[in-house]
């Protein structure tokens, strides 16, 4: 392989990292419950985009989350790390409150292509102050279960579809998402 190649095949490598890796971490409003289906390649990434409704109030949310899973040997669960971002509009206050939530979650695999899942995440950075400006917080704690349906594109690739059933338990509110996400093994 020439220099010209191998410069080029790094800079595609480069790429690949910040649109999977990098990217998701400033630009990502929940859970997936994808995991990965191959026996060999255990590691699974996704991003995804998601939408939902808080029940307990007239409000309403968008946003994204990229994700890390990882599938245990020899068993069909998984384990991950999510970074989440979600832009929450509270119709009757007429407020607009933007969140970036840190989460771990579990899945099992039902099927080749059902998995459900439960997670647990913590507000870390959001703009509900005076400025509406990012700053760390003390965020809510909030937790969901989750049911994924996979359609695989190819061996290593899938889209996701799922539902979450979700519980802020700090706010003592419940709140219900879908989301689509696309995701690979590693």
Same mark, same amino acid.
């Not at 995991?35 to 939902?52: D, L």
């Given at each position: 392989?020439?220099?010209?190649?191998?410069?080029?095949?790094?800079?595609?490598?480069?790429?690949?990292?910040?649109?999977?890796?990098?990217?998701?971490?400033?630009?990502?409003?929940?859970?997936?419950?994808?995991?990965?289906?191959?026996?060999?390649?255990?590691?699974?990434?996704?991003?995804?985009?998601?939408?939902?409704?808080?029940?307990?109030? +007239?409000?309403?949310?968008?946003? /994204?989350?990229?994700?890390?899973?990882?599938?245990? $040997?020899?068993?069909? %669960? =998984? #384990? *991950?790390?999510?970074?989440?971002?979600?832009?929450?509009?509270?119709?009757?206050?007429?407020?607009?409150?933007?969140?970036?939530?840190?989460?771990?979650?579990?899945?099992?695999?039902?099927?080749?292509?059902?998995?459900?899942?439960?997670?647990?995440?913590?507000?870390?950075?959001?703009?509900?102050?005076?400025?509406?400006?990012?700053?760390?917080?003390?965020? +809510?704690?909030?937790?969901?279960? /989750?049911?994924?349906?996979?359609?695989?594109?190819? $061996?290593?690739?899938? %889209? =996701? #579809? *799922?539902?979450?059933?979700?519980?802020?338990?700090?706010?003592?509110?419940?709140?219900?998402?879908?989301?689509?996400?696309?995701?690979?093994?590693?």
């Amino acid at each position: 392989m020439n220099k010209h190649n191998l410069e080029k095949n790094n800079f595609f490598h480069i790429c690949v990292l910040s649109l999977f890796f990098i990217f998701p971490l400033f630009v990502t409003a929940q859970l997936t419950a994808n995991i990965s289906r191959s026996k060999e390649q255990k590691s699974f990434v996704s991003i995804a985009t998601s939408y939902g409704q808080v029940f307990q109030r +007239d409000a309403w949310f968008y946003g /994204f989350s990229g994700e890390f899973s990882r599938r245990l $040997d020899k068993v069909p %669960i =998984g #384990l *991950s790390g999510s970074l989440m971002w979600e832009r929450e509009k509270d119709i009757e206050k007429n407020n607009i409150v933007s969140t970036f939530t840190a989460a771990i979650t579990g899945s099992y695999l039902i099927s080749d292509r059902w998995s459900v899942g439960t997670g647990l995440g913590k507000g870390i950075i959001d703009t509900d102050n005076t400025q509406k400006n990012y700053k760390f917080t003390d965020g +809510d704690w909030s937790t969901a279960i /989750f049911f994924s349906y996979q359609i695989p594109l190819t $061996d290593r690739s899938s %889209i =996701g #579809l *799922s539902t979450s059933y979700e519980y802020n338990m700090s706010a003592n509110e419940t709140s219900f998402s879908i989301d689509i996400s696309y995701g690979f093994s590693i």
